[in-house]
C-alpha cells in the first residue's frame, strides 16, 4: 500500500467579534478564498473564481448611502397668503393701504457714494432687500394715516442657500454702510445712516435694521425712518418695512414681525391662522403689486406727508409773487 501524504486542515476557529454589514461581503469573499486554498486539489482556480463572483453579488445587496436631498419649496400660494399680516395684527390706527406713499421716490431713489451700500439703498426702494423669491410669495400694505407711517409687509419660499447670503449680508449693513451719501436725480444729497435692530427669539434666523434718511427730497427737508425686519422659518421668510417722515415706533415693527412669525410657523404646519379668515380684500396685494408700487405709484399715493415737512400750500401769496419775507418764515 502507498503512504499517502497526510491532508491539509485548516482550523480556523477564532472567535471574530460582531462586524458591521458593510464589511460583512468583503469577509465572505476572504473566507471563500481562504477555503479554497485549504482544501487544495484540482478546481482550486474555479472555487476561488465562484467565491468572487458570490461575493460580488452580496455587496450589490448592500445599499449604499443615499445621496442629498434637495428639499421642495413647502410654502405654496394659498399658505402664503393665509401667512399675510392683517390690521388686526398691528393695532389701532392700521388700515389696508390705498397706494405707496410719496417718500418712496423722494427719498428712497438715488446713487450711493460706497458702492457697497448701493444694495441697501435700492433694496429699499424696490423692497426686496432678501433677494426675489424662489417660489411662492404674497404682499400685503396698511397705513397709519394718524402717524403718516405705512408698513409694507410680505411672505415668500426662497432658495435656502441664497436667503441664508442674504441675511449674512443684512448682518453687515450697520458696519459696512453704517453712514453713506446718496444724491438722487436732481443733485440733491442725503444722508443715510443704518444701525442694528436685533430681533431675538424670532424664527430661525432673524435680522433687523433701522435706517434714517435725512437732507432735501422734493424741495422740502425731510428725515425718513425706516424699520426693516426679515426672519426666516425653513425655505420661507418674511419681510417688511415700517416707514414714515415722523418718529417711528420700534415696537410697532416688532409686533408686526412677531404675528408675522406666528403666522407662518402656522401655515407651515398645515394650520389656518383664524385672523386670517378676517383680513379685509384691501390689506392684500397680489404678487408683484408692491414692484408696481415700486415703479411709479408715487403720484397716486395715499399717504399724505406730515404737515411739517409737507410743502405749506400757504407759504406764499398769489398777489405776491416773491412770497412772504425772511421774517414771516421764522
Known sequence: MLNRPPRRRCRHRRT????????????????????????????????????????????????SPSPSVTVAHTLTEAQAKSALLTPADLGDGWTGTEGAATWRDALLKGKADVTDCQRLLDGLYAENLLGEPAGSRAAAGFDDSGAGAQLRYQVGAYDRAALDSSLAWLKTVPETCGQFTATDVRGGQFTVRAVAAPLPGLGEAAEGLRVTVSGDGGGWPAVLTL????????????????????????????????????????????????????????????????????????????????????????????????????????
Open 16 to 63: 471574530v467579534p460582531a462586524l458591521r454589514p458593510a464589511l460583512v461581503p468583503v469577509l465572505a469573499v476572504a473566507a471563500l478564498l481562504t477555503t479554497a486554498g485549504c482544501t487544495g486539489g484540482g478546481g482550486g482556480a474555479g472555487a476561488a473564481d465562484a467565491a468572487a463572483a458570490s461575493a460580488s453579488a452580496a455587496a450589490a445587496r448592500v445599499p
Open 227 to 330: 424699520d426693516y425686519a426679515a426672519v426666516r422659518v425653513g425655505d420661507s421668510a418674511l419681510s417688511l418695512t415700517d416707514g414714515g417722515l415722523d418718529e417711528v415706533d420700534a415696537e410697532d415693527v416688532r409686533r408686526a414681525a412677531e404675528a408675522g412669525t406666528r403666522r407662518l410657523e402656522e401655515v407651515l404646519a398645515g394650520r389656518t391662522p383664524a385672523a386670517a379668515l378676517s383680513a379685509p380684500a384691501s390689506a392684500s396685494e397680489p404678487a408683484g403689486a408692491s414692484d408696481a408700487a415700486s415703479a411709479g405709484a408715487s403720484e397716486e399715493a395715499s399717504v399724505p406727508a406730515p404737515e411739517s415737512v409737507r410743502p405749506s400750500e400757504e407759504s406764499g401769496d398769489e398777489d405776491d409773487p416773491d412770497g412772504p419775507e425772511p421774517d414771516e418764515l421764522s
